[in-house]
Structure formats: C-alpha cells, structure tokens
C-alpha cells in the first residue's frame, strides 16, 4: 500500500498541474494463462462508500481481474487492496446465488431453493397478517445502509425497531457535522484547501471516501 501511495504521487508529479481523466481511453487485459484478451467492463466498487470507478475483466464468464478506472473522475485509476480483493467474494464458493428456504428444524441446516417471487409472497403475507392482528412490533428491520426505499417502507408498515447501522455508526460524526455545517455528510474539498487541519486520522489510510480524497491531497500537494 505505500509502493501504491508513492507511485501515485509520482504519477500526481509528472502529470503537473491538474489531472484530466481521458474518457476515450480505453484499457485492455490479457489472461495470465492462455494469453487470451479479457473482456473488461467498467462498474462500480461498492465495497465501502467511496464508490470508486473500477473495470472488471471476465475470461469468458469468469471475474479474473479487478483494478481501478483510470477514466473515472472520483478515484482517477486508484483502487485500494479492499476493492481488488472484491473477485474473492464474487467467486467465493460459499457465496450465495438465489435465495433458500429452511425445511427442516432452526439449526438443521436444511435449505430448499426458492424462487424470488415466492420469496416476495412469503414476507408480503407474514407482515400483512402482522399488521391485521396488532402484532407489527415483532417486524425488526436491520438497515445496512441509508435508502430511500427502504424508509418509505418502514413508515408504511409502521415498524419501530430497526437497527439502524449507519446512524450507529456515524452518530458522533454526524453530530459534529450538523452543529458545524448543518449537514451531516460533507465532501471535502481537499484539492483546494490551503490548510486543513487534521485531528489523529491518517487521510491516506481511512476515510469513508478513501482513495479519492487521499487522491485529491496528492494532487494539492504536488501542486
């Protein structure tokens, strides 16, 4: 990761001024083993919040490869060791490709495979005879992260006991934000701050927006 760091400030020196992504560019793979061109797409990490730009190579049906879009304007090529370790996930042989229903006892480990509309009936039933017969307090929602959607939802069925993963996890941040700012997420604009003040956090190691703020502090301080 420090190899990775220097070689972006090098690279963050010899371009000069500012950095223009190229959006014509285009980025080829070779397989490693036949030598055969791989078939790259662009995407999107969605491993941590940043949302950093990556192409994903496939070897016919396969992902082989993960690295950084160089063409995309938030983490400008950059990828950190999370996001290239996404292909473990992806071919993980435990990973869980269509939803299972338990047949037998709670701990049995039996597990039939289901449909997505029957998985949608299920839950549909369950919480309008929730809702009918008083008893919505038994709905706990577990919220991975903020969406819309899912907020709409919860008012609709008018479930109180939700875990509420975000809020647990970014209350202090938040707090100080809203008092500050009056808002609880800000983007930092690092790339054109002549000071910034940092209180016992490494940029270049841990940010919610990681590798596209440590980046833009490369780029400032080159330039």
């Known amino acids: 990761m420090k190899t990775g760091l220097a070689l972006a400030a090098g690279a963050s020196a010899s371009l000069g001024a500012t950095y223009i992504p190229d959006i014509n560019k285009k980025t080829k793979a070779v397989s490693r083993t036949s030598l055969k061109p791989l078939r790259g797409f662009p995407t ?16 016919g049906g396969r992902l082989v490869q993960i690295l950084g879009n160089p063409n995309h304007p938030n983490n400008q090529g950059g990828i950190c060791a999370k996001g290239i370790a996404g292909i473990n996930l992806v071919n993980d042989p435990e990973r869980l490709l269509y939803p299972l229903k338990r047949i037998g006892p709670r701990g049995g480990g039996q597990w039939t495979r289901i449909t997505w509309d029957e998985v949608y009936s299920t839950l549909s039933l369950r919480i309008k005879e929730m809702i009918k017969e008083g008893r919505i307090d038994e709905l706990l929602i577990d919220k ?3 969406d819309s959607l899912l907020e709409r939802f919860i008012l609709a069925v008018g479930s109180t006991h939700i875990i509420d993963r975000p809020a647990l996890k970014n209350i202090n941040r938040d707090t100080a934000f809203n008092s500050m700012a009056g808002s609880s997420f800000l983007i930092e604009d690092v790339g054109r701050s002549r000071t910034i003040l940092n209180f016992g956090a490494n940029p270049y190691s841990n940010h919610d927006l990681f590798i596209g703020l440590a980046r833009r502090i490369v780029n400032a301080r080159v330039e």
């Open 44 to 59: 999107t990490c969605e491993l941590c919040p940043a949302g950093c730009g990556i192409i994903a190579y496939l070897n």
């Open 144 to 146: 991975g992260k903020d």
